[in-house]
């Protein structure tokens, strides 16, 4: 890639980061003119902090797999160390992540934080509080809004967007991708789940059959239906199913050549199943 082919690419990304599309290279930043609150506050006022943050928020996305996040908090030092006033640090980060997640946020649920870093300094103008939230990330783990989950073969709920992220833009993707796509992580997960089975029969813990599976059917990140925000839109595996058939049954022309590729990884994943039952 030639220098100017890689400003132009730089270019895009910024660009799009400051519409609030993407993350800039998988990293996401603000700073709140807010005063942060203890997860111990009372319900009432937890919720109008949550709002406010919310209500700052412009991202058009959401980070999708694990992600670290650092929080920095400006505080009066004198309150920290001569009265009760000031919460315990994981008492602020517990609000804030209320405040970054759900069907508002920018997580979709705080599961999916992996490291956690927050730290206070001492603030010098105590009369405009604030704190910054800094979240990093793979540079594609993330999806655009609006986002449903659909129940897949496992159990677990996967988002996928109305959009796909495509140089820059949002390009809306057609029912025929739609189910691909679905149709793709459905059998994906439904090996991953025969071959956990198969390992735990020969002997290995769960977690060993959970990480040895993962390395020959994984796809998206998935997430247990408690933690996802009820505002979202969801759509159990029989019903989305049942829209493919529906869909299948007047427009099979069109699903010709990736009903093949389906086939072909459903023998693939076949083929997987049975050497592990004969090995």
Request: aromatic fraction near 12%; glycine fraction near 6%.
């Amino acid at each position: 890639m030639d220098n100017q082919s890689s400003d132009d690419f730089f270019d895009v990304e910024a660009e799009s980061a400051r519409a609030g599309l993407s993350p800039m290279f998988g990293e996401w930043q603000k700073t709140f003119q807010l005063k942060p609150i203890s997860h111990a506050a009372k319900g009432l006022e937890r919720q109008r902090f949550k709002s406010r943050i919310q209500s700052e928020l412009t991202n058009r996305f959401f980070f999708s797999d694990e992600v670290s996040v650092e929080i920095q908090l400006y505080l009066d030092v004198q309150k920290i160390i001569e009265t009760s006033e000031t919460a315990d640090l994981d008492n602020f980060a517990k609000s804030i992540l209320d405040g970054i997640k759900g069907m508002k946020g920018l997580l979709i649920d705080d599961s999916q934080v992996q490291s956690l870093n927050i730290s206070w300094l001492d603030s010098i103008a105590a009369d405009t509080p604030q704190f910054e939230v800094k979240i990093s990330s793979s540079p594609d783990s993330f999806i655009p809004k609006p986002t449903t989950f659909y129940e897949m073969a496992d159990g677990l709920w996967c988002p996928l967007s109305d959009y796909a992220w495509n140089e820059g833009e949002f390009q809306k993707i057609s029912k025929r991708e739609r189910f691909f796509i679905l149709l793709h992580e459905d059998q994906m997960r439904s090996t991953n789940r025969k071959l956990r089975h198969k390992l735990r029969q020969r002997g290995f813990t769960t977690p060993k059959a959970f990480q040895f599976a993962n390395r020959f059917a994984s796809g998206f990140r998935g997430f247990h239906k408690s933690r996802i925000d009820p505002e979202f839109a969801m759509l159990g595996r029989s019903q989305w199913i049942s829209d493919f058939e529906v869909w299948h049954s007047k427009n099979a022309s069109q699903f010709s050549e990736m009903g093949n590729i389906l086939s072909s990884q459903k023998s693939h994943l076949e083929q997987l199943r049975q050497a592990m039952d004969g090995g």
